[in-house]
């Protein structure tokens, strides 16, 4: 088993719609969460970052933290075709980082 | 400089040649990590420096794979007798310090032939 799982996708919406992205991971040990997107031949850029359960919100951008289930999420509202991208959760513990899989997003016009 | 750059950005090895792939990170930043991305994965660790200091490289998938940052800089990461297998783009990532935010350059996109 995988220390974080993401569901891969792909994931395809039309624009305008609310968009939820999710992982699980295993290790309670882990303390920072977050949320990269990638850009298809481009490197991952830091989205969102969360320390403790609860929510976090950044303009249509939402991050939600459950430790109890150990399950992250990502909500993306009012979606726009330049969202269309590979969304990646990362958790880190001590200093690396632990990636999911990466859902591949499309936003239809 | 602005960002984390990596060069060459497109590499074209032929199975059994040596690579080396530079990269330099934030100006200042103490923390350097190297990742592997397969198409279609997400990243996975490779190894770890906190200035010129090798602190992880676990994640070093064998003894082809070596990393340096010797004046706690520019690292180089370097893999012998490249296999198909390593076929992959190579990111490299920093921080301001342990624990940071780990910002990422735009990876060397590696084709072993």
């Known amino acids: 088993q995988k220390e974080v799982e993401q569901d891969p996708g792909p994931l395809s919406v039309p624009e305008g719609a609310i968009v939820s992205l999710n992982c699980t991971y295993s290790?309670?040990?882990?303390?920072?969460f977050m949320w990269y997107r990638q850009y298809s031949r481009k490197g991952p850029e830091l989205l969102m970052y969360?320390?403790?359960?609860g929510n976090k919100e950044d303009g249509r951008f939402t991050a939600q933290v459950d430790k109890s289930s150990k399950y992250i999420s990502l909500f993306i509202r009012d979606s726009q075709p330049s969202d269309s991208a590979t969304y990646l959760c990362?958790?880190?513990?001590?200093?690396?980082?632990?990636f999911g899989q990466g859902t591949r997003l499309t936003i239809n016009p | 400089g602005a960002g984390v750059s990596q060069s060459p950005r497109y590499k074209v090895a032929k199975r059994g040649q040596d690579v080396a792939l530079r990269c330099d990170p934030i100006?200042?930043?103490?923390?350097l990590f190297w990742y592997q991305q397969a198409l279609g994965q997400g990243p996975e660790f490779l190894t770890y420096?906190?200035?010129?200091?090798?602190?992880?490289k676990s994640g070093l998938p064998s003894d082809r794979f070596f990393a340096e940052r010797p004046e706690g800089s520019v690292s180089t990461l370097k893999i012998q007798r490249t296999q198909q297998e390593d076929s992959a783009v190579y990111l490299c990532?920093?921080?301001?310090?342990?624990?940071?935010?780990?910002?990422f350059g735009e990876g060397s996109w590696l084709t072993v032939v």
């Open positions: 990532a920093s921080s301001l310090y342990e624990m940071g935010t780990i910002y």
């Open positions: 290790n309670s040990a882990f303390q920072y």
């Open positions: 969360t320390y403790s359960s």
């Open positions: 990362a958790i880190q513990g001590a200093q690396k980082l632990v």
């Open positions: 100006s200042g930043h103490v923390s």
């Open positions: 420096f906190q200035n010129e200091a090798q602190l992880d």
